[in-house]
């Protein structure tokens, strides 16, 4: 299976990064094959909707699952019609995330934060 | 004659100021752009005599239709569609009503339906007709309802226009002042206040507007904001004090300048001033233009509307102040009471 995990750089030694539709990049690693393939955001630089222009980008790229500390409703909703879990990450490394992934130590995420023109807005 | 009140922030009196103007113009029209917390009617406490709902246009697919191409996914600037699992999903609050996906659907798959975003109120409080806009929550622009309340309220016969802005400086303050003939731009007497006045500022320069700023919650101190104006030579119409008794009574909803004689006089004194402004803004403009004016039209220049309200100032009839620069006076009509 494929997962996606929002990256600041290039590298599986870094961080995740904190944003999922403003992310720079997505690794996208196949947990069968091992090989990992950075994908550029080109979402991140849009006015608005860019959860969800990101979300589409992942879900062409036929990812099972999605690996980021956070996410809009609007874009978990695309994550949802194209069946994508989502998984909460922690502060470690692209790397280690990953490997936590693969031994199902990371949990699901389901609380999502209101998109930009959001339905939901609230207290914090 | 349309005045437009606005400021860089929330909270520094732009419903005092255009509320009471209104008060004491009467008979006149108010009109809330403030879509977003309209709180003008609070005041006026005004009897509803029509209410009308607001609606944009929202694509909807006919997935029958829908093959998959994309061609609307790809041009949505504002990414409000997304096609997943063979199933195109529509972002509501996220599209803007440019109704470009519809054009661009080869298979016309896409159709238009209307999405109700708020309405508009229209009452009346004595001699002083009520407009109100009211943005239901969640929404991305009160645009079209701003421009609605301006269409509405703009046409109601020959009395004076009091627009209460929304704050700042964004796109649905753009819109409410675009067809002012004068602006009148409230500051507190803080840096900060200073730094959001020239916000607006800069905004009413870019559309080349006539304006004056009213120094709000004035002490007997140093302001930055009169250092600002002197700075560039922005004319100061007014001054209303920091009052206990004013702020009282505003923030129990009432109108100042019908409870107090002094107040009623300090607004009175404001509009006075504001409509020799304009007279001379205008004038300016007119010395050079006046015979193309009276070519295009018989009664473009008009005294009337401001001998209306004053009985000696004249001022120019809707549009010809239009793009008349405010003259570089430094000048302190106090209104002090």
Redesign the interface.
């Known amino acids: 299976m494929k997962v996606a995990i929002p990256a600041d750089s290039k590298s599986m030694d870094s961080k995740v990064c904190a944003s999922f539709g403003r992310a720079p990049y997505f690794v996208v690693y196949d947990t069968e094959t091992k090989d990992s393939v950075f994908v550029e955001n080109t ?1 991140a630089s ?5 959860g ?2 990101a ?2 980008i992942i ?1 062409d790229q036929g990812v099972g699952a999605m690996l980021t500390p956070r996410c809009g409703q ?1 874009a978990a ?2 994550f949802r ?3 994508i879990k989502l998984y909460r990450t922690n502060d470690h490394s692209i790397k280690e995330n990953i490997e936590a992934f693969v031994k199902g130590e990371l949990p699901l995420l389901e609380d999502f934060h209101a ?1 930009f ?3 939901n ?1 609230g207290g914090l | 004659m349309k005045i437009a009140v606005l400021s860089g922030k929330g909270g520094t009196g732009k419903t005092l100021v255009s509320v009471n103007l209104a008060a004491v113009a009467a008979p006149s029209t108010y009109i809330d752009c403030d879509v977003e917390e309209p709180n003008g009617h609070l005041f006026f406490k005004p009897e509803i005599v029509r209410e009308e709902l607001i609606t944009v246009k929202i694509p909807q697919v006919d997935e029958e239709r829908c093959v998959g191409c994309r061609e609307c ?1 790809r041009f ?10 063979q ?1 195109l ?1 529509i ?1 509501d ?2 599209c803007h009503s440019c109704g470009g996906c519809v054009l661009v659907c080869p298979e016309a798959a896409l159709s238009e339906r209307d999405k109700a975003i708020g309405k508009i109120e229209i009452g009346v409080s004595g001699d002083v007709s009520v407009y109100t806009g009211i943005l239901n ?4 622009t009160g645009i079209p309802i701003i421009h609605r309340l301006l269409e509405e309220g703009s046409d109601d016969g020959n009395k004076p226009v009091f627009i209460d802005c929304p704050p700042g400086s964004a796109c649905i303050v753009m819109e409410s002042i675009k067809d002012a003939d004068y602006c009148v731009l409230v500051a507190e007497p803080t840096l900060f206040g200073a730094h959001n006045l020239n916000m607006v500022y800069e905004l009413v320069k870019l559309f080349d507007k006539p304006f004056g700023v009213v120094l709000n919650k004035c002490l007997n101190e140093e302001n930055p904001v009169d250092q600002f104006c002197s700075d560039k030579g922005i004319e100061i119409l007014g001054r209303i004090p920091f009052d206990h008794e004013l702020a009282s009574l505003n923030s129990s909803a009432e109108i100042v300048a019908h409870k107090q004689d002094e107040y009623r006089e300090l607004f009175s004194s404001l509009l006075e001033t504001i409509v020799k402004k304009m007279g001379e803004s205008a004038g300016s403009k007119r010395d050079g233009v006046l015979s193309d004016l009276k070519k295009m039209s018989g009664d473009t220049v008009s005294g009337e509307r401001g001998e209306a309200l004053h009985g000696s100032h004249s001022t120019c009839s809707d549009g010809s102040v239009k793009g008349v620069k405010p003259k570089e006076v430094r000048s302190e009509a106090a209104v002090d009471s």
């Open positions: 979402a849009g006015t608005g909707g860019a969800i222009r979300a589409q879900a609007n909703d695309v019609s194209a069946d998109g023109h959001g339905r807005r | 996914v949505c600037n504002y990414n409000a569609l997304a096609y997943v699992n199933k999903i972002f609050d996220v929550t969640g929404e991305a």
